[in-house]
C-alpha cells in the first residue's frame, strides 16, 4: 500500500486545517489507519486512528476534542480535520496503515507509511 499524505501549510494559532492521505490499494477498508506526528528533536507520536470494523476513532488526549479523523473508503482516503491549532501542533504529520486494532497508538502495529506533510502553527 502506498500512501500520500497532503493538505499541510502555515496556519495561525487557533486556525484549522484539513489533511488528507489517499491510498493506492482498493483494500483500503480492510486497513485501520492513524496520523501520527514528529516534531523537531522529538519521537514520533501518536495523534488518532480508526478503525475498519465500525469506523470508531481513537485520539490522543493531546488532540481529543480538537481535531476529527475520518474516512472516505469510496474514495480510499483519510483525513484529520485539526481545529483550535497550537504552535505545539507544529510537526510533521504522517499517516499510517495497519491490519489490527490493538496497539493503535504504537507505530509499531502499522506497516504501511506516507511521506509526511507539514503543518506549521504560528502564535
Known amino acids: 500500500v502506498q500512501l500520500q499524505a497532503s493538505g499541510g501549510g502555515l496556519v495561525q494559532a487557533g486556525g484549522s486545517l484539513r489533511l488528507s492521505c489517499t491510498a493506492s490499494r482498493r483494500s483500503f477498508s480492510s486497513y485501520v489507519m492513524g496520523w501520527f506526528r514528529q516534531a523537531p528533536g522529538k519521537d514520533r507520536e501518536f495523534v488518532a486512528a480508526i478503525r475498519t470494523s465500525d469506523d470508531s476513532p481513537y485520539y490522543s488526549d493531546l488532540v481529543k476534542g480538537r481535531f476529527t479523523i475520518s474516512r472516505d473508503n469510496a474514495k480510499n482516503t483519510m483525513y484529520l480535520q485539526m481545529s483550535g491549532l497550537k504552535p505545539e501542533d507544529t510537526a510533521v504529520y504522517y499517516c499510517?496503515?495497519?491490519?489490527?486494532?490493538?496497539?493503535?497508538?504504537?507505530?509499531?502495529?502499522?506497516?504501511?507509511w506516507g511521506q509526511g506533510t507539514l503543518v506549521t502553527v504560528s502564535s
Open positions: 499510517a496503515a495497519g491490519p489490527a486494532e490493538y496497539g493503535l497508538d504504537l507505530t509499531g502495529s502499522y506497516d504501511y
